[in-house]
C-alpha cells in the first residue's frame, strides 16, 4: 500500500528513516525545514497496513525524486507515480534502492559515486608543522571572502554568483556552516556543510587555494567542521570519486557504508 504522507505521518517517517539517519539526510532536512504540505515537496510511503510502519518512502523535491526502502518494496508503484509526473528529471539514493527502478523508467544516464559516514573522529590527529594559521566558523560577513577563494578553484567556478547566494542562505538558514582558514587577510581553504538536520549534514565545498596546496590544510578544517557537529551528537556524510580526497577523509574517520546512484531520466513527451 502506498500513499501520500502529511504531518500526521511524521513520526512513520523519521522512525523509518532515522534507521540511517546519514543516507536519509536529505529527506531527513527536507521534512525538518519545510513540513509536508508544500507545492514543490511531496512525500509518499509504503507500509503493509494504513497505520503499519512505513518500509519505503519517496520524496519529490521540485523535479527531483529520492527513494529509500528496507528490504523488498512496491517499486512498480513508486514507478508509475513517477511516470505520471512529466517534468521528472532525476532519482537519486541508495544504489541498491535506485538500480531497482532499471527497466521501469526511461533513463538516458546513470552516475554513482561511493557514500561515506563519520561517527567519531581518530584521534588525536598529527599535522605537519606549517605557517600560522587562523581558522574561523564563518558567518554572513564572510561570504564574499570565502567565495573569493572558491572562483579560482575550478570545480567551484561555475556559477560565482548562485555560490554566493547558496552559501549565504545556508549560514543564514542554519541549513550549513562553514570553517575558513586565513593568512595574510585571505581565505586560503575552508571546508562546508550542507543540508544540517537534528541528526546529520552533509561535508561538501572542501577547498584550498592552489598556491597552498599540499600543506594538509583542507584536512586540518575538515577535522575543525565535523568535531564541531560532532559535539552536537550529529553524523557527517559525504560523497566521493577521487581516491585522492578518500584519503584525506578515511585519515579523519570516515568509513565507506555504500554507493549514491543518481539516474538521469528521458524526458517524457
Not at 532499471?102 to 561517527?119: C, P, Y
Not at 588525536?124 to 577563494?149: G, M, N, S, W, Y
Not at 586565513?182 to 546529520?200: F, P, R
Not at 570519486?241 to 546512484?261: C, E, H, R, S, V
Request: glycine share 8%; net charge negative; charged share 25%.
Amino acid at each position: 500500500m502506498i500513499r501520500r504522507l502529511y504531518e500526521a505521518d511524521r513520526e512513520r517517517l523519521m522512525a523509518l528513516t532515522g534507521h540511517n539517519p546519514s543516507i536519509n539526510l536529505f529527506i531527513i532536512g527536507d521534512v525538518e525545514n519545510f513540513g509536508f504540505e508544500q507545492e514543490f515537496m511531496e512525500l509518499w510511503g509504503e507500509s503493509d497496513t494504513p497505520d503499519g510502519p512505513l518500509k519505503a518512502v519517496m520524496l519529490r523535491f521540485y523535479s527531483s525524486y529520492l527513494t529509500y526502502a528496507e528490504g523488498d518494496f512496491d517499486t512498480e508503484g513508486f514507478a508509475e507515480l513517477i511516470r505520471k509526473d512529466t517534468g521528472a528529471e532525476m532519482i537519486s539514493g541508495d544504489a541498491g534502492v535506485v538500480q531497482a527502478f532499471r527497466g521501469k523508467i526511461a533513463a538516458r544516464e546513470e552516475k554513482q559515486m561511493l557514500f561515506a559516514e563519520l561517527k567519531e573522529m581518530n584521534g588525536p590527529l598529527r599535522f605537519a608543522a606549517a605557517v600560522p594559521l587562523v581558522i574561523r566558523k564563518a558567518t554572513a560577513h564572510d561570504v564574499e571572502a570565502i567565495c573569493t577563494l572558491t572562483d579560482q578553484i575550478e570545480e567551484f567556478a561555475a556559477s560565482t554568483e548562485d555560490s554566493r547566494k547558496s552559501l549565504r542562505k545556508a549560514l543564514e538558514s542554519k541549513t550549513g556552516r562553514t570553517f575558513f582558514a586565513e593568512q595574510d587577510g585571505k581565505v586560503i581553504a575552508s571546508a562546508s556543510t550542507t543540508a544540517e538536520n537534528s541528526l546529520s549534514a552533509m561535508i561538501v565545498g572542501v577547498a584550498t587555494h592552489p598556491q597552498h596546496r599540499g600543506q594538509g590544510l583542507a584536512t586540518r578544517i575538515t577535522a575543525e567542521l565535523c568535531a564541531d557537529l560532532l559535539a552536537e551528537g550529529k553524523s557527517l556524510c559525504l560523497f566521493y570519486n577521487n581516491p585522492q580526497a578518500g584519503q584525506i577523509y578515511k585519515k579523519l574517520g570516515f568509513t565507506d557504508i555504500g554507493t549514491w546512484a543518481m539516474m538521469y531520466l528521458e524526458k517524457q513527451r
